[in-house]
């Protein structure tokens, strides 16, 4: 937990309070004074790209040393990785697990082989376990603009290589670059087969260009699969410019219809959602600042396939799918997107864009598909739940999934696997073999059981009962020692 849990670090608190009315400590000025000084809202102006890069960069370069340091569930993964994800979890470098910002798992199975490309890489937690999954006859590249976080990915690469993956030489590497200009970092057209990102895209200031750069250098048939931040609605100014809101990945949050739109219009026809977790923002100011919008992580795929393949709409041509139970970790079954699992040996009616991707992607090994476009038949029934829909639908993936062993499935992450538990449903998470923590019946802070309680002082500030409590500022909301 933060030192000061309601506030940025220093140096991020005093960028937010120039700019939105965040915290400063409590000895420096009065309430009255802060009271006096703090607006409800100001409205601010747009950062520049260089602003945006630079915001980031100081973010994940210096200011934050863990994830243990982030300020919202924003940068953390939510639903539950497969088992065989988490086996490779655990067998990862301290170093890089604890630097590990993502806010999901987009590490697809029965990858053997084929060519990753990790966007905003950072200590490289998901390039590490892609290595494995893609072997050694395989390839992985990580590009990161932040030199502190690629140091890390690469100081541990050697050690891995050799005495985890047991691999001759290194299946992967890591450039400095800016995830919009792929380019300038060496990336060809046609050169990948699967493009991954974690909680990165938010952080961009030109998503076009990141999306039109993955279309380039993604080859026909391999998909974009990638989790990101995105909101119920299109943010204020005042959230989209604040440092710290930036930096835990949600100031950069697109209104998600917004990101469909940009999709659409670089060539990724028919975007897919996998999972939808709500995602909350736990920080008493940060969340003042967010107002109602409401922040949801997710994890999309997008395909490639040859040009005019792909509809804008799901259309019913009679197609039919049969799945052969041969990906790994889906021996009875296989979820294409949160509207589609085939079942194993079973046919299935599918849409013409689900047949065209069953059959010329990097998924084609894996399904049988029958039928062509001679015969159309009108549009193909498909459901558009609403955000909230989705996030329970994949949370009862996530109880299934922990039913048979996929473990998790409790809304608790943890950086090094999903075993983390909410103990006794109140919402306090902590690794299973460690004393249960609990919520201090009135105020909702956790802590081990073994502890003495903390206490939540009318404020939603937690703290040690022992120590001096701690007081929400009656105007922001902030914390500190009264
Ligand atoms: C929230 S962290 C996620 C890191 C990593 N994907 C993970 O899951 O731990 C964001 C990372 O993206 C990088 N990043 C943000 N914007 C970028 C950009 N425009 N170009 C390259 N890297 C960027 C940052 O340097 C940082 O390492």
Known sequence: MPANPCCAPASATAASNANAGCCGPAKEQSQEQQQQQQPAAVV??????QGVRDTVQQYYGTELKTSDDLKTSACKACTPPPPQIRQLLKELPNEVVEKFYGCGTPLPLGTTGLRVLDLGSGSGRDCYVAARLVGESGFVTGV????????VAVRNLDAYTRDVCK??????????GEIEYLDKAGIPDA???????????????????????VYRVLAAGGEMYFSDVYCDRRLTPEVRNHPVMIGECLGGALYVNDFLRICRKVGFSDPRYLSVDPLTVDDAELAKVAGDAKFYSITFRLFKLPEGELE???????????????LPGSLQSYTLDDGSTLLTGVPQRVDANTAAILAGSWLAPHFMVLGDRSNHRGAFPRATPSLDERCAASAAVAAAASGSGGGGGSGCCGPEDNTKAAVGGNGCCGPAEEAPKAAAAAGGCCGPAKEEPKAAAGGGCCGPAKEAPKAAAAAGGCCGPA
């Open 44 to 49: 601010t102006a747009e950062l520049t790209a």
């Open 144 to 151: 990161d603009m932040t030199p502190e976080q690629l140091d």
């Open 167 to 176: 691999f001759s030489k290194p299946n992967m590497k890591f450039v400095r």
């Open 191 to 213: 050169s990948q087969d699967i493009v991954i990102s974690n909680c990165v895209i938010n952080l961009s200031p030109d998503k076009p260009r990141v999306l039109s750069e």
């Open 312 to 326: 804008d709409g799901a259309e019913d041509y009679g197609h039919e799918a049969i799945y052969k139970g041969s």
